[in-house]
């Protein structure tokens, strides 16, 4: 069983920054991929970003590279990402998820479990 909790999200403007936390529980955290995805109002849900068990590999959606970092602390069973020059085409609800291939980390096929997700708002 393992279970995920986001936190970090709220309102910020645009240009600005947040933190976004994933913290784990269960024994297999380091050895997972995790990813970040996000889902806007009528939107599907979107990739944003990946990062291998070890933390070597990141993998990030054009939309975001360049401005999202994501990284982990296997020490912590924690995710984060790191959101810098927010646009307001940023705002969804964003949530993680473990899964255990890197492969596919692109798609949410490839996680089985999610957490329930963090509002992130980029006012204009």
């Known amino acids: 069983q393992v279970q995920l909790v986001e936190s970090g999200g709220g309102l910020v403007q645009a240009g600005g920054s947040l933190r976004l936390s994933c913290a784990a529980s269960g024994r297999t955290f380091s050895s997972n991929t995790m990813g970040w995805f996000r889902q806007a109002p009528r939107k599907e849900r979107e990739f944003v970003g990946a990062?291998?068990?070890?933390?070597?590999?990141?993998d990030y959606a054009d939309s975001v590279k360049g401005r999202f970092t994501i990284s982990r602390d296997n020490t912590k069973n924690t995710v984060y990402l790191q959101m810098d020059s927010l646009k307001p085409e940023d705002t969804a609800t964003y949530y993680c998820a473990t899964g255990p291939r890197y492969g596919m980390s692109r798609q949410r096929a490839g996680y089985n479990y999610w957490g329930q997700g963090t509002q992130v708002t980029v006012s204009s």
């Open positions: 990062i291998s068990s070890s933390g070597e590999r990141k």
